[in-house]
């Protein structure tokens, strides 16, 4: 699956309430909003912060490329649940210098899972990437005010209901049901 079939990703910001959501208009014109992101199976094992960077940056003398590139998806998906914020710089960089290679959908989820409100911007720019010469728009939709007060965090049925309606004025901004 390529950069270009990744639907949502929700960002959280703790601080400010704030949601942005990033809808991609990949096999459906209006696109899908996905909620919050991939299961929580890595977050049962937290993750060596500093290590997963180390091998997200660079790839070890005694490991083949190939072998690397797997453990580095995969110490990007732990990044991505581990909720410290050491992880999102690397996460950005490999969002805005990943296009060929599934880590960076991985690191544009871990963004998502993350919620910092330093990927907006970069999210942002993605989306007017993918913009540029596209069939089907990609839009940016703010969400402030979720009250996340469903398990584990997660958004509730007001959130989702808050959710589907801003997207929906998207939807309708944009015209592609018309």
Same mark, same amino acid.
């Given at each position: 699956?390529?950069?270009? *079939? ?22 459906? +014109? ?15 094992? +937290?993750?060596?912060? &500093?290590? #997963?960077? *180390?091998?997200?940056?660079? #790839? &070890? ?12 998806? !995969? ?46 911007p970069t999210l942002? *720019? ?28 997660? +958004?509730?049925?007001?959130?989702? #209901? ?5 997207? !929906? ?10």
């Open positions: 699956m390529g950069r270009f *079939k990744l639907r949502a990703e929700l960002v959280r910001s703790a601080e400010v309430g704030q949601r942005a959501v990033e809808c991609f208009g990949v096999g459906h +014109p209006a696109g899908q909003v996905l909620g919050g992101g991939v299961a929580d199976v890595l977050t049962k094992f +937290p993750a060596d912060v &500093p290590a #997963q960077i *180390k091998l997200v940056e660079t #790839q &070890p003398a005694d490991m083949d490329r190939s072998t690397w590139k797997e453990r580095r998806r !995969d110490a990007a998906r732990k990044l991505g649940q581990s909720k410290d914020r050491r992880a999102v710089a690397v996460l950005i960089r490999l969002a805005e210098t990943e296009t060929f290679d599934i880590i960076g959908e991985i690191a544009i989820e871990g963004l998502g899972n993350l919620g910092d409100p330093a990927a907006v942002q *720019k993605i989306a007017a990437e993918l913009n540029k010469g596209a069939v089907h728009p990609v839009s940016t939709v703010q969400i402030a005010g979720m009250d996340l007060l469903a398990c584990d965090w997660h +958004p509730s049925l007001a959130d989702h #209901q808050l959710m589907a309606g801003l997207v !929906d004025k998207e939807i309708q901004r944009l015209g592609v049901w018309n």
